[in-house]
């Protein structure tokens, strides 16, 4: 099997409601969001055309829309949907790696999270 290439999005900082808590619920909070797909980019590499890449931009314009809109109580939630939309943002994308943190949610911790790898047929069949 080939080698497959990272295409990374980091830092994504997007406010939103997760999380279980009465407080949670009623009040956005700063989301911070991590993604790494594996693709293949010699294509994109070979003809220096965005209709042969993998567009960042879509797929972070997608989460940045489902994080403000949708509102699941947890983490492991919104990760699991978020590694979706890179799939169905583009076939190429073999692989995604996402994390979601919630800075400050847990008291003397910068940061609290999850982090899950999938494959594009365990999430799409």
């Not at 619920?25 to 994109?44: F, G, K, L, S």
């Not at 492991?76 to 994390?99: G, Y």
């Amino acid at each position: 099997m080939r080698e497959l290439d990272r295409i990374i999005i980091r830092d994504l900082v997007v406010r939103g409601i997760v999380g279980i808590n009465p407080d949670e619920r009623e009040h956005v909070q700063d989301i911070v969001v991590n993604v790494t797909m594996w693709a293949d980019t010699r294509p994109a590499g070979a003809s220096d055309d965005i209709a042969d890449a993998v567009n960042y931009r879509t797929v972070s314009k997608a989460m940045i829309a489902h994080i403000r809109d949708g509102g699941p109580f947890l983490v492991e939630r919104l990760a699991a949907e978020l590694v979706e939309i890179c799939f169905r943002s583009d076939p190429r994308v073999e692989e995604a790696e996402v994390s979601v943190e919630k800075p400050g949610a847990v008291r003397y911790a910068r940061s609290v999270g999850v982090v899950i790898h999938r494959t594009r047929e365990e999430v799409l069949g």
